[in-house]
């Protein structure tokens, strides 16, 4: 299977960051549904089963979802900003996932 890269934002003179985390899970499309439904009644938003675009004022979260893994990336231009990128992301995701034990590792992407 040939995996396709998640596109990010367009390259600016400012320097984006990138971290990305693999959860294994069989449910990896209805936590991405579940994921980008509940923020986009407040932030834009795209998404469809199986892949999703959370545009945060502070960057992005890109999601795609393979038959078994979750794929989750955060894109920010400000390094202060990616804490709070892969904590808001993860801390909904453990929510909506509640009925498995997933471990969320965050790494350079």
Known sequence: MTETPIQTAPT???????RRAE??????????QQLCKHFQHKIPVTFD???GR???SMGISELRA??????LEV???????????????????????????????????
């Open 12 to 18: 600016t003179s400012t320097p984006t960051l990138r």
């Open 23 to 32: 959860i294994p899970t069989p449910q990896a499309s209805r936590y991405l």
């Open 49 to 51: 089963p199986t892949e």
């Open 54 to 56: 959370i545009e945060f």
């Open 66 to 71: 393979e038959p078994a893994v979750l794929v």
């Open 75 to 109: 894109v920010a231009r400000d390094p202060a900003d990616l804490p709070a990128l892969e904590d808001v992301i993860a801390r909904h995701l453990v929510r909506f996932a509640f009925r498995e034990e997933i471990a969320i590792i965050w790494s350079d992407a």
